[in-house]
T-cell receptor
Framework: GAVVSQHPSWVICKSGTSVKIECRSL??????MFWYRQFPKQSLMLMAT?????????EQGVEKDKFLINHASLTLSTLTVTSAHPEDSSFYIC?????????????????FGPGTRLTVL | AQSVTQLGSHVSVSEGALVLLRCNYS??????LFWYVQYPNQGLQLLLK??????LVKGINGFEAEFKKSETSFHLTKPSAHMSDAAEYFC?????????????FGTGTRLQVTL
């Protein structure tokens, strides 16, 4: 249980194009999903918090018009990198918070996807 | 505000030796603490977590960690390292104040296991 998938696992695109990354919770309801960015050999930096049915909350310094987040259902959130540039190349990881049965063993725990490697040429 | 400090960006141990990865935290509220492991080009896998109750927490793959409030520490240990333990390890803290509670990660420690 508690599996989070990401698609695609890797993507290469040309500068100026847009790329969409999907994050899905496969066996639980995720009222909240988080998007992280990880540069090589560095830690995860939270980009934004996405709540189902509402606008995402972006961390300071993250351009919301560049990194569009949509969380239209309890199992799917998408991150679109618009007009991508080489400096956007990174490893993007999502996590989903189990918002299911209160008191359950995984309630409120974040489960991480396998990540998406984005390379912008 | 919360923060996590992981001492030692790189730790090398021999196979069979004790593993000790250090984590100190700062939090204005009682913290929830986590250790995650990341293998190359993969996401994070939860090793163990401390929320409330027993301060010695046992996790997967033989790892355990002890929450010491007086030392604001949550060090990760394993009695005997295995080659498969070689990976990046992240300590994280959360305040769990609500539905938007966030994880704050340390900078990570790369564990190398040698023969």
């Amino acid at each position: 249980g508690a599996v989070v998938s990401q698609h695609p696992s890797w993507v290469i695109c040309k500068s100026g194009t847009s790329v969409k990354i999907e994050c899905r919770s496969l066996d639980f309801q995720a009222t909240t999903m988080f998007w992280y960015r990880q540069f090589p050999k560095q830690s995860l930096m939270l980009m934004a918090t996405s709540n189902e049915g509402s606008k995402a909350t972006y961390e300071q310094g993250v351009e919301k018009d560049k990194f569009l987040i949509n969380h239209a259902s309890l199992t799917l959130s998408t991150l679109t990198v618009t007009s991508a540039h080489p400096e956007d190349s990174s490893f993007y990881i999502c996590s989903a918070r189990d918002g299911g049965l209160a008191g359950g063993p995984s309630y409120n725990e974040q489960f991480f996807g396998p990540g998406t490697r984005l390379t912008v040429l | 505000a919360q923060s996590v400090t992981q001492l030692g960006s790189h730790v090398s141990v021999s196979e069979g030796a004790l593993v000790l990865l250090r984590c100190n935290y700062s939090s204005s509220v009682p913290p929830y603490l986590f250790w995650y492991v990341q293998y190359p080009n993969q996401g994070l896998q939860l090793l163990l977590k401390y929320t409330t109750g027993a301060t010695l927490v046992k996790g997967i793959n033989g790892f355990e960690a002890e929450f010491k409030k007086s030392e604001t520490s949550f060090h990760l240990t394993k009695p005997s390292a295995h080659m498969s333990d070689a990976a990046e390890y992240f300590c994280a803290v959360s305040d769990y104040t609500g539905t938007a509670s966030k994880l704050t990660f340390g900078t990570g420690t790369r564990l190398q296991v040698t023969l």
